[in-house]
Each structure stands twice: as C-alpha cells, then as structure tokens.
C-alpha cells in the first residue's frame, strides 16, 4: 500500500485548507486512516483519525470543532479539512494508514504506512 499526501500550503490565520491523502496498491484491505503533524522541534502528534468499518472518527482535543476527516472509499482517499487555523497549526502533516486497528490510533509507533507528508503554513 503507497499513500500520497497532498494540498498543503500557506494559509492566513482564520482560514481553511484540505489537504487529501490517496492510498493505492492494496487499499480495500486499509482498516484505518489518520492524520499526524509534526512542527519543527517538535515530536510528531496525533491529529485525527478515521475508521472504515464503523465509520468512526477521532481528534486530538487541539483540534476538535476545527478540522474534519473523512473518508471517499470509492476513491480510496481520506480528506483532512481544516478550518480556523492558528499560527500554532502550522507543520508538516503525515496521513498513515493500518490494515488492522488499534486502540492506540493516536500513537504514530502503531501505524507502519506513511505519505511523504505536505506542508501547512499558517500565517499573516
């Protein structure tokens, strides 16, 4: 499975951006979907993540009521929508992706398939 990351770049304080993530090679057998960022010095966290079977979605507290993510089976893509954003979101954001769930879909350690990541820079 290869997933590839894109939509990223620089956006004001306030403002919206979506960035998509497309998994091919094998992606029917894709149980879990999540989205991580990583600001410079710092340690890559969890953002938010998406379960196929239930349909299940989770956020980081940071970022809850701001950003979406969903997912287009059909197309195999899952969709991070960004709203409101702060100075604070800026990072480089990762999707990954497990062919089985965890209970820690929060700890990237968990998830052994990644995008190349896409840049999202907030700021006036």
């Known amino acids: 499975v290869q997933l590839q990351a894109s939509g990223g770049g620089l956006v004001q304080p306030g403002g919206s951006v979506r960035l998509s993530c497309a998994a091919s090679g094998g992606s029917s057998s894709i149980d879990s979907m999540a989205w991580f960022r990583q600001a410079p010095g710092k340690e890559r966290e969890f953002v938010a993540a998406h379960r196929k079977p239930t349909r299940a979605t989770y956020y980081a507290d940071s970022v809850k009521g701001r950003f979406t993510i969903s997912r287009d089976n059909s197309k195999a893509i899952v969709y991070l929508q960004m709203n409101s954003l702060k100075p604070e979101d800026t990072a480089v954001y990762y999707c990954?992706?497990?062919?089985?769930?965890?209970?820690?879909?929060?700890?990237?350690?968990?998830?052994?398939?990644w995008g190349q990541g896409t840049l999202v820079t907030v700021s006036s």
């Open positions: 990954a992706a497990r062919l089985i769930w965890s209970v820690q879909y929060y700890n990237p350690g968990q998830y052994s398939l």
